[in-house]
């Protein structure tokens, strides 16, 4: 009985092209997120009401994604890239400004990123590139490779928006990596990129990225402004302790010395309320999350849906790790929400347009010769 | 060939070298998991007591202190822009129990109209919270003395007295000083963009117009903070220390008040602009735009009526004519054009031609008129100059060309920014073939260089341009940036700005200067000069060129006097002028709308400029001395 009712809902997911694991990885998660939400919004159910919305708008495109077949993304890839890069371009010129940077579209009845949809179809066009030749890639098509991920990461970088231009970066640098990316490229890019690191500082950083860092650097020298965030984030998560103090009960959060607390800074408040028992649960569920998509892309039958795969779930650990790197004073503050749990923000959805890539990935029928 | 290659491929070791580097990247995200969790260890663990004892100690906060900005004189001393004490009403929203009930007995105490109601509710919603916010400016002193009476019923609100911004010459000096007003969303955008967030936590205005908005870094000043002690709700308890804000600076103008008045007062009923330079370093001595309208409803913020009645009004009393009223420039450019003639061998100062009342090309049937019917006879550039004469410029425009006009005027300043001190300031246009090719998609025809031989047809030049290009006339070809500002106060003494100088306009021939200066000088000292009626019984010397800026195109074969033409569409009255002839102390620009001729109506109100300037000074300096803050040497 309970056997057959187990395969029967197995090959119901399968239908859905759901993967179980993925799906209870990632409702946790998002429940973990509400939870922190309703604490550190004042208790504002009204938040909730409308993350709740965005959920289920994330897990309905979700579902969207997963249902596509998988040799239709790697038809289109290439396309809308294209595609994208040229409404970057468009950004560039009649782009919307909002918040000090240059990043939107306006469509008439909404306001549209195009970097957004780039984050999926950077590492699926590179996916779709280096799967046309075998494995490990040439000297040329690595070449090649970098330039279609540069080439968007810099004029998103331009708006100024660093945060999605790293992500965009890394997406398209993680699908080099796992395609085979010579140990000595690698090596010597890493070199060139970090003697980059001036000629950014002095020709491509606006002066308020400039403050970030000096401001990581030295956090006392802006006591008004991120330096004095950065150490209230601290005070947050240090004395949260090993058991946390209890939900809603953070004085940090709850007198409000933490900035942004729902969105950026949400991670000082769970480690705050939560402590380091609740940290080291979230970082479980983090990497189990990150474990089952390097899985999926291990089992996957075909190269692009591999490295598709394998550079989409490396991206969100990128996220995982910039965000909580940044709310603890590892590193500088880059605009990255801790994914799927904090408060609002486009990139939720392709987030979740993202996993549905996976789980379509993950459901594919197996083809029994190639 | 590509069936091949398929073949060819080893998939075995493909998947052996995805699933290595898979299983790499594994070993990476559990080494820096890793190091996330060190670090927790060390925030959680190992320094979990320091931080508790900063947490529980962490009833200290930091509150940013908005700096003084800084005051605005004119240049004898007189206050333009100062800060008035004044009352606003704060809140806690967390500190007040029911606040709908609260808000409805606060409006009817203080009897407030339902648009400040309607602002009230939005700055609670808006609201962080614990931190007080403000719901109502500056409070009336009843309406002080009535809520401090009712203090009692009304816990969580009280009333703070801070500073207001006020302008006390009102409408007289609003498109020089602009306003401030309440910081918006872009405010807050382009700050951000600058790196000041920090420098504006607490600053509630920003420069929205004019001198305020384009020396609103040198005025704000910078943030102080102070750290205060909050009890367990995040009420304030006691202050800790204080780090004092720095005030903006005190800045002095080149405007001179009462010269600004006495030009209201003349200028009343009047659509247009008047601005007033010290011709030999360009400074600014006054600049009025009429009409006006009163700043300070901005900084108290404008009803919406109020602002629609402003923008809705077609006279546009919002814009800053001086600076952004773009017109022909008529008959004022006609010196410039001599001059270039000269410098060019084009004409000579002798020579003549013959005016018969129009300007024809060979073989082409269209007469360009002059404005005068039976034609001036025989005239000289000289003569052209003083009687205004529009056939001799057309055919100096004809030889010269309009790539060669074009190159000459720019050096002049026309089409380009004079980057005086206004953000508002727009460029007018210097016509070219690039320029009509992209604009209108066609070729440059003769007929548009004749117009621009009498500064019209495409040319277009605000006053402050062409202010500007009288004194590069009357400084051999050195243009100065006008300046509004002279300097900034630094402990009671003045500290002037440096003054800027573009590179001179090279001349071969220095003495050519002097003729034009002499053509001008004869408009208003010769009987037959156009300006002569308006100066009579001067008791200066004086120089100056009148202008009449056509807006409506005559046909070929009507009489301009028989045909009657509606208002906005009437001539606009152009007169630039200087005085004394020798060493000039001041020059004039005057632009009426759709007022007539400029010799009879414009240039009489340079003259009433010049003659209070010059002959009224004793009395004037008289009442300067009771009013100005003295400036140390």
Redesign the interface.
């Known amino acids: 009985m309970t056997n057959t009712a187990s395969s029967f809902l197995s090959s119901l997911l399968q239908r859905l092209h759901i993967d179980a694991w993925l799906m209870v990885g990632l409702i946790v998660l998002m429940g973990t997120g509400l939870v922190t939400i309703y604490s550190a919004g004042?208790e504002d159910i009204g938040l909730i009401h409308k993350q709740v919305t965005r959920l289920g708008i994330g897990l309905a495109v979700m579902f969207f994604c997963a249902q596509i077949p998988i040799h239709f993304y790697r038809s289109i890839a290439p396309i809308f890239y294209l595609v994208g890069v040229f409404l970057l371009v468009a950004v560039l010129f009649i782009g919307v400004?909002?918040?000090?940077a240059q990043r939107w579209l306006d469509l008439g009845f909404m306001r549209f990123q195009p970097s957004e949809i780039l984050k999926l179809f950077v590492p699926m066009t590179i996916a779709w590139y280096l799967s046309q030749e075998?494995?490990?890639p040439k000297l040329k098509h690595v070449l090649i490779g970098f330039l279609l991920v540069l080439i968007p990461a810099l004029f998103i970088a331009r708006q100024p928006d660093l945060g999605t231009a790293l992500l965009i970066a890394s997406s398209g640098l993680?699908a080099l990596?796992?395609?085979?990316l010579s140990w000595r490229i690698i090596t010597v890019s890493t070199v060139l990129a970090i003697s980059f690191i001036p000629v950014m500082w002095f020709f491509l950083m606006?002066?308020?990225q400039?403050?970030r860092v000096i401001t990581f650097l030295n956090p006392e020298s802006?006591?008004?402004?991120a330096g004095?965030h950065i150490i209230?984030s601290?005070?947050?998560?240090?004395?949260?302790?090993?058991s946390g103090k209890g939900w809603l009960k953070g004085?940090?959060s709850q007198?409000?010395?933490l900035p942004e607390r729902h969105t950026d800074f949400i991670f000082s408040v769970f480690?705050e309320e939560f402590?380091?028992i609740g940290?080291?649960l979230l970082?479980a569920l983090?990497?189990f999350i990150?474990?089952r998509g390097?899985i999926i892309?291990?089992r996957s039958q075909f190269?692009f849906c591999?490295?598709l795969a394998?550079s989409i779930t490396?991206t969100f650990?990128v996220y995982v790790?910039v965000n909580?790197?940044m709310v603890?004073?590892?590193l500088p503050v880059v605009g990255v929400p801790l994914p799927l749990v904090s408060y609002g923000g486009t990139s939720m959805v392709t987030l979740l347009a993202g996993f549905g890539i996976v789980m379509a990935v993950a459901t594919q029928k197996k083809v029994v010769s190639? | 060939m590509a069936k091949r290659r398929q073949a060819m491929r080893d998939y075995t070791a493909e998947d052996k070298l995805f699933l290595r580097r898979a299983f790499i990247a594994a070993c990476l995200v559990a080494v820096i998991f890793g190091v996330l969790l060190l670090n927790m260890y060390q925030l959680q663990i190992v320094s979990f007591e320091d931080y508790q004892t900063r947490a529980d100690g962490n009833r200290i906060k930091v509150v940013p202190i908005a700096p003084n900005r800084g005051l605005i004189y004119d240049r004898n001393g007189v206050l333009l822009a100062e800060n008035r004490p004044s009352f606003s009403l704060r809140m806690v929203k967390e500190q007040i129990r029911e606040i709908d009930d609260t808000v409805a007995e606060l409006s009817e105490l203080l009897v407030i109209n339902d648009e400040q109601l309607q602002e009230i509710r939005d700055s609670i919603k808006n609201a962080r919270r614990f931190q007080p916010v403000t719901i109502l400016d500056n409070l009336n002193e009843e309406q002080v003395a009535k809520f401090s009476a009712q203090q009692h019923r009304f816990s969580g609100m009280f009333v703070e007295a801070g500073l207001t911004r006020y302008y006390p010459y009102a409408d007289a000096l609003t498109h020089v000083l602009g306003y401030i007003a309440k910081i918006n969303e872009q405010n807050l955008e382009s700050i951000a963009l600058r790196g000041q967030t920090s420098n504006y936590a607490a600053t509630r205005f920003i420069g929205k117009q004019g001198i305020e908005r384009y020396y609103e870094d040198r005025l704000h000043g910078s943030v102080g903070y102070k750290q205060v002690e909050v009890d367990n709700k995040g009420r304030e308890l006691r202050v800790l220390s204080v780090e004092e804000p720095i005030p903006g600076e005190d800045l002095v103008l080149n405007i001179d008040v009462q010269l600004q008045l006495f030009i209201q007062s003349i200028m009343r009923e009047k659509r247009g602009s008047v601005v007033v330079s010290d011709p030999s370093i360009g400074q600014i001595l006054a600049m009025f735009s009429n009409p006006s309208y009163d700043p300070n409803l901005f900084v108290r913020g404008i009803s919406q009526k109020a602002y629609n009645k402003l923008i809705q009004n077609t006279d546009r009393p919002l814009l800053n004519r001086a600076v952004q009223g773009q017109y022909p420039p008529a008959s004022l450019i006609k010196p410039h054009l001599a001059l270039l003639g000269l410098e060019y061998g084009v004409i000579s100062e002798n020579s003549k031609i013959h005016d018969p009342g129009y300007y024809q090309l060979p073989e082409v049937s269209h007469r360009w008129r002059d404005w005068k019917k039976t034609g001036h006879g025989h005239v000289d550039v000289k003569y052209s100059i003083e009687v205004s004469c529009d056939t001799f410029f057309y055919e100096l425009a004809y030889k010269l060309g309009i790539d060669t006009i074009h190159e000459y005027m720019t050096q002049f300043g026309f089409g380009l920014y004079t980057e005086i001190d206004l953000v508002e300031e727009t460029d007018g246009n210097m016509p070219s073939r690039g320029w009509k090719q992209a604009r209108f998609n066609q070729p440059w025809y003769i007929g548009d260089t004749i117009s621009i031989g009498i500064g019209q047809g495409y040319w277009t030049a605000t006053p402050i341009q062409l202010l500007n290009s009288l004194n590069t006339l009357l400084n051999d070809g050195v243009r100065h940036i006008p300046q509004i500002l002279r300097g900034s106060l630094s402990q009671g003494s003045l500290l002037e700005q440096g003054i800027s100088e573009f590179p001179p306009i090279s001349v071969l021939q220095p003495r050519h200067w002097e003729h034009v200066r002499e053509s001008m000088r004869d408009t208003v000292g010769l009987p037959h000069g156009t300006a002569y009626g308006a100066y009579r019984n001067a008791k200066y010397s004086s120089g100056g060129k009148t202008g009449t800026a056509q807006l409506f195109t005559v046909g070929q074969d009507e009489d301009v006097d028989e045909i009657e033409i509606a208002d906005y569409l009437k001539d606009n009255a152009m007169y630039f002028g200087y005085a004394p002839v020798d060493i000039p102390e001041i020059s004039v620009m005057v632009a009426l709308e759709n007022a007539g001729g400029g010799g009879s109506n414009a240039a009489p109100l340079a003259r009433q400029v010049m003659d209070y300037y010059l002959l009224d000074r004793t009395s004037r300096d008289a009442t300067i001395a009771q009013q100005k803050v003295k400036f140390n040497d």
């Open positions: 004042g400004e909002g918040k000090g075998p494995l490990p993680f990596f796992l395609a085979g606006k002066a308020y400039k403050q802006d006591p008004l402004g004095y209230q601290k005070i947050a998560i240090g004395s949260g302790g090993i004085s940090q007198l409000e010395f480690s402590g380091l940290v080291l970082l983090y990497g990150i474990v390097l892309a291990g190269i591999k490295l394998g490396l650990f790790f909580i790197g603890s004073g590892l190639r």
